[in-house]
């Protein structure tokens, strides 16, 4: 097949399966086999090895769906962001990553970290300035998130590839919120691409995982590093994963235009302070989405008037699902002051613009109608 010529729903459904040459079943056979006889010196195949048959069938797709030689699956997005920081990252080494990071990852930053003798600095903002002025002579990684967490600000992709490029650092970035159906990092020279799974690409609210793609050359070092740090995935989710993974372009697709189609309506409600969406003209970044995104994501955050009672008005959803994770067909919300922003001080969230009227709205699939029914309900019964 030649893969490289497909589009996305055909790499989503064909590429990397495990051809069935017994039965010729339509899908790729589950191997569940710990043990592999040596046919070949030099495949020794063990699923902490990164290198079953399943295991390797979806890195095949992963790699091509980021546009990268290769890919590795992990057992979760946390086990690929600390294995591959920690693959780059030596004793006396730094990097330079935004204030506004994933919760799971500044935890590993601040409390890991110093363990390792790994110094870093953290941005003010997203601005090239905000990132040049961090680096250092020892800076060995620049690490990114964008859209990010929950404002859906964008860091400039070609920016920061050109200004890795200049000091000989590493660029990588947590693409898990915009998915390789929105967002190809690869196509701005970004070196290393990290996925939580977990989200779009698992994408059922059923699955914990996390991916890395890149160069063979950089994949090779994560994999010295991940082989004995022990984190890849049971061959039973991998094969979960693949199938979640078929239909990635179609479900990210209809979540992009379900979350435009809210964030517009949201954006006249009368009890909507603000909606952050990169999608919308008001979004202070959409020129710069625009540039770098086909899709601007099911995510996006919005105001409600401070007067107003957001447990009230969550409990009183009956559709949305108040939860935590995102990226499921499910649309679910969250309040992220009282949540993932829960442990910073008011002083700290409102210095990040989180404000406790801010909710995070991760969009499914949903009829719209019904969404917007949904909230009309909820908004109506905390307004009295
Ligand atoms: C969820 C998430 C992670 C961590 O993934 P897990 O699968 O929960 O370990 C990392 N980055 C982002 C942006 C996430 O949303």
């Known amino acids: 097949m030649k893969s490289k010529k497909l589009g996305l729903n055909s790499i989503c459904t064909h590429v990397g399966e495990v051809e069935d040459k017994q039965f010729k079943g339509a899908i790729s056979p589950l191997y569940m086999s710990s043990s592999y006889a040596f046919e070949d010196v030099e495949v020794k ?15 095949k797709k992963i790699a091509l769906l980021e546009k990268c030689e290769a890919a590795l699956i992990f057992g979760s997005g946390m086990a690929a962001v600390s294995t591959t920081m920690l693959a780059f990252l030596h004793k006396g080494d730094h990097v330079v990553l935004p204030q506004t990071l994933y919760g799971g990852t500044y935890n590993f930053v601040v409390e890991e970290f110093h363990k390792f003798g790994i110094e870093y600095s953290f941005t003010e903002g997203f601005s090239e300035k905000d990132f040049s002025e961090k680096i250092q002579k020892n800076t060995k990684v620049i690490f990114v998130e964008t859209p990010s967490n929950p404002l859906m600000r964008i860091t400039d992709l070609e920016m920061i590839s050109k200004l890795a490029k200049k000091h000989g650092i590493i660029s990588m970035i947590d693409n898990t919120f915009a998915s390789p159906v929105n967002q190809t990092p690869a196509d701005f020279e970004i070196d290393i691409m990290i996925h939580s799974a977990t989200k779009y690409m698992g994408g059922h609210s059923d699955i914990c995982a996390g991916a890395v793609a890149a160069s063979e050359e950089h994949i090779k070092v994560i994999w010295n590093l991940g082989k004995n740090l022990g984190g890849s995935l049971s061959d039973y989710t991998v ?83 108040p939860s935590m994770s995102l990226a499921g067909v499910e649309s679910t919300i969250l309040s992220p002051a009282k949540t993932s922003h829960g442990l910073l001080s008011p002083e700290a969230r409102k210095k990040q613009g989180i404000s406790d009227g801010l909710l995070r709205f991760s969009v499914g699939i949903e009829e719209v109608a019904d969404l917007k029914n949904d909230i009309e309900i909820a908004f109506n019964k905390i307004k009295k």
């Open 45 to 59: 195949r063990y699923p902490r090895y990164f290198n079953t048959p399943n295991q390797e069938a979806l890195c």
């Open 239 to 321: 094969w979960l994963l693949e199938r979640s993974m078929k239909t990635m372009g179609l479900r990210v697709k209809e979540q992009n235009k379900n979350a435009k189609k809210m964030a517009k309506w949201l954006e006249k409600h009368p009890l909507v302070d603000k909606v952050y969406y990169p999608g919308l003209k008001t979004h202070p970044d959409y020129t710069l989405a625009k540039k770098q995104m086909r899709g601007y994501t099911g995510m996006l955050s919005f105001e409600i008037n401070e007067f107003l009672n957001v447990s009230e008005f969550l409990k009183s959803l009956e559709l949305i699902k």
